[in-house]
């Protein structure tokens, strides 16, 4: 059976981009001028999955709105002609079928994935973190639903990272298979840099069988009262064989400033109608700070 469904945690205070997100999600804070949860949804829909429930909690209501229909504003867009932009409002109401639970405490992410276990059912699905924004020719998600289709079983989205960096992530430790198809053996969250068992970083993409829900029931809570996905992951794998998947693409670490300032760049200089002025301003902002002579910019700026 393909993978039909897709669960966004989206429950998190955001605590990373206080003031910003005191009132308003930070799923809404805008890479260029697109929401993070919508780059986020469109990988999922690229990769064939229509059927998405994302996990919120209490003042995340502008993730509704979002994905529902705006009817001023698609009304004023058609008054005013403007076809292009109503298109493109409406595409994003119509990509997915999208269904809301409520994390109702933040008790971690294998928490919220349980919390959406009776909308997921029986079936395999994935789950996608919308801090870590991958840019890729093939979407990061299908990278790992074609290892599901051949090995059906859960697969992990993995990605080597600096040793300074390690301790903020789930590790693994695995056999590699194929050049990007590894088979965990075990796996841990955050460990400090002396203790991990490789550099493989989980990178938040995830395929799921539904024995997880068991696994995440059993899980205990870690020291800080949280439940990890990486707890429950290595009691499911004691049943069955978990896989990880080398995706090919950049990823940002959008979810801390320094990653959503990089991506923020990168992503505005791949627009057509941003990065001519864009790299122009980059040019005179690199001799100002950098000492960088300026490089082939007009003098009138
Ligand atoms: C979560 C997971 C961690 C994973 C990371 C990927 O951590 O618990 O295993 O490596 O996402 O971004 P968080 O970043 O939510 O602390």
Request: glycine share 6%.
């Amino acid at each position: 059976m393909s993978i039909r469904k897709a669960i966004f945690p989206a429950a998190g205070l955001g605590t990373r981009f206080l003031p910003a997100t005191k009132s308003s999600p930070k799923e809404m804070l805008p890479l260029v001028d697109k929401p993070m949860i919508q780059y986020v949804v469109e990988e999922a829909v690229k990769s064939g999955i229509k059927d998405i429930t994302i996990v919120t909690g209490r003042r995340k209501q502008a993730i509704e709105d979002f994905f529902d229909i705006s009817f001023e504003l698609e009304h004023e867009l058609e008054k005013k002609g403007k076809k292009e932009l109503l298109d493109e409002m409406k595409q994003i109401s119509n990509m997915a079928v999208v269904s809301y639970i409520r994390q109702k405490e933040p008790l971690g992410l294998g928490h919220a994935i349980w919390v959406a276990r009776d909308l997921v059912g029986s079936e395999t699905f994935a789950v996608l973190l919308g801090d870590d924004i991958i840019d890729s020719e093939v979407p990061c998600l299908k990278q790992m639903i074609d290892v599901y289709n051949k090995y059906k079983c859960s697969v992990l989205a993995v990605q080597r990272v600096a040793k300074k960096d390690i301790s903020k992530y789930g590790v693994i430790d695995a056999h590699k298979l194929e050049s990007n198809v590894y088979h965990v053996q075990d796996m841990v969250e955050k460990p400090e840099a002396s203790n991990a068992p490789s550099d493989l970083a989980i990178i938040g993409r995830y395929i799921l069988t539904p024995e997880i829900f068991d696994c995440l029931e059993k899980t205990k809570e870690d020291k800080s009262g949280e439940i990890q996905l990486t707890n429950g992951l290595r009691l499911l794998r004691k049943k069955q064989a978990i896989y990880a998947c080398e995706f090919e693409g950049e990823r940002y670490d959008a979810g801390s400033k320094i990653g959503f300032l990089k991506a923020t760049v990168e992503f505005a200089l791949k627009r057509d109608d941003l990065a001519g002025e864009f790299k122009e301003y980059l040019k005179k902002m690199a001799a100002q700070y950098l000492d960088l002579p300026v490089l082939n910019t007009p003098k009138s700026r």
